[in-house]
């Protein structure tokens, strides 16, 4: 069974930093590529980070580029997203996902989900 | 990377059929076959139910089903039952390897 847990999330201050993690077990890892998707509250699913199985083609929104970095450790069945110059607009619930290849592709989707980690951010 | 147009509710009875519309532009669902919808239950993870316009995964039951025409694509739900009271979501493909979804349905079955 394919499972995806997320944890890191917590409460920061603006202008701080927080590094979400993404556990995975159930299926071979190295083979898929891995996004994060965060909801604010009451709002909708807005897709900002991407990377490919091998961890050597990233992808990112115009709203994280630059201050998030996604990366990923295949020898351990985990996926990160490190967060830094933490805006009150990035508090969302952050999700990470599975898509079914290896290389980034356009005709992305997501095939499983995780439950989400909760990201604060406030003075 | 602009979000995608949907209602932002719909309601239904059970039994009917309702369609979600998912509406974009010449550079993400007009220009593309890669549009997805995924279903969200209260405080959980979204599911995939649709990928690449029309296809259902498995375990999907066939009362979903996808379409897409010019810049909108559209998600039919046939046969409503209680349990697809949800929000819906479509994604797509928006050109220079971004993505973007739509601002979501919030789905009523009376």
């Known amino acids: 069974e394919v499972q995806l847990v997320e944890s890191g999330g917590g409460v920061v201050q603006p202008g701080g930093s927080l590094r979400l993690s993404c556990e995975a077990s159930?299926?071979?890892?190295?083979?898929?590529?891995m996004s994060w998707v965060r909801q604010a509250p009451g709002k909708g699913l807005e897709w900002i980070s991407l990377?490919?199985?091998?961890?050597?083609?990233?992808k990112y929104a115009d709203s994280v580029r630059g201050r998030f970095t996604i990366s990923r450790d295949n020898s351990r069945q985990i996926a990160y997203l490190q967060m830094s110059d933490l805006r009150v607009e990035d508090t969302a619930v952050y999700f990470c996902?599975?898509?079914?290849?290896?290389?980034?592709?356009?005709?992305?989707?997501?095939?499983?989900w995780g439950q989400g980690t909760q990201v604060t951010v406030s003075s | 990377q602009s979000a995608l147009t949907q209602p932002r509710s719909l309601s239904g009875s059970p039994g009917q059929s309702v369609t979600i519309s998912c509406s974009g532009s010449?550079?993400?669902?007009?220009?593309?076959?890669?549009v997805s919808w995924y279903q969200q239950g209260p405080g959980k993870a979204p599911r995939l139910i649709i990928s690449d316009v029309t296809k259902r995964p498995s375990g999907v039951p066939a009362r979903f089903s996808g379409s897409k025409s010019g810049t909108s694509a559209s998600l039919t739900i046939s046969g409503l039952l209680a349990e697809d009271e949800a929000d819906y979501y479509c994604f797509s493909y928006a050109g220079s390897y971004t993505w973007v979804f739509g601002g979501g349905t919030k789905l009523t079955v009376l």
């Open positions: 996902a599975r898509d079914p290849w290896l290389a980034i592709q356009m005709w992305l989707y997501f095939d499983s």
């Open positions: 159930g299926f071979s890892f190295s083979e898929h590529g």
């Open positions: 990377i490919s199985g091998s961890g050597g083609d990233r």
């Open positions: 010449s550079i993400d669902v007009g220009s593309y076959n890669y």
